[in-house]
């Protein structure tokens, strides 16, 4: 089972920055398309970001030229770095992972941006 971990999540002010992490306990993350999603209370699940086993990025436009989504499969890790954050980028972000078909998702991590 691929186990993906996510850190780097908690509260800032508006136009702060966060950078969050994403530890996947597999051992071929080069062969994972990987993405970002968040949720935020009664709203449905969105894309945040992807980014392809190739490298290739697809960035929501709500959050394009604020976040971009990276890989660094050497260290079996996901980042989403989001900037010039806003009130409403407030939302629990998921971790999430596929190959062939399967798909796995992580725990969440909450992210708050309030003054």
């Known amino acids: 089972q691929v186990q993906l971990v996510e850190s780097g999540g908690g509260l800032v002010q508006p136009g702060g920055s966060l950078r969050l992490s994403c530890a996947a306990s597999?051992?071929?993350?080069?062969?994972?398309?990987m993405a970002w999603y968040r949720q935020a209370p009664g709203k449905r699940r969105e894309l945040v970001a992807q980014?392809?086993?190739?490298?290739?990025?697809n960035i929501a436009d709500s959050v394009k030229g604020r976040f971009t989504i990276s890989r660094d499969d050497a260290e079996n890790t996901v980042y989403l770095q989001m900037n010039s954050l806003k009130p409403e980028d407030t939302a629990i972000y998921y971790c999430?992972?596929?190959?062939?078909?399967?798909?796995?998702w992580g725990q969440g991590t909450q992210v708050t941006v309030s003054s």
């Open positions: 999430y992972a596929s190959f062939l078909g399967p798909e796995y």
């Open positions: 597999v051992r071929n993350l080069n062969l994972y398309n």
């Open positions: 980014i392809t086993r190739d490298g290739r990025l």
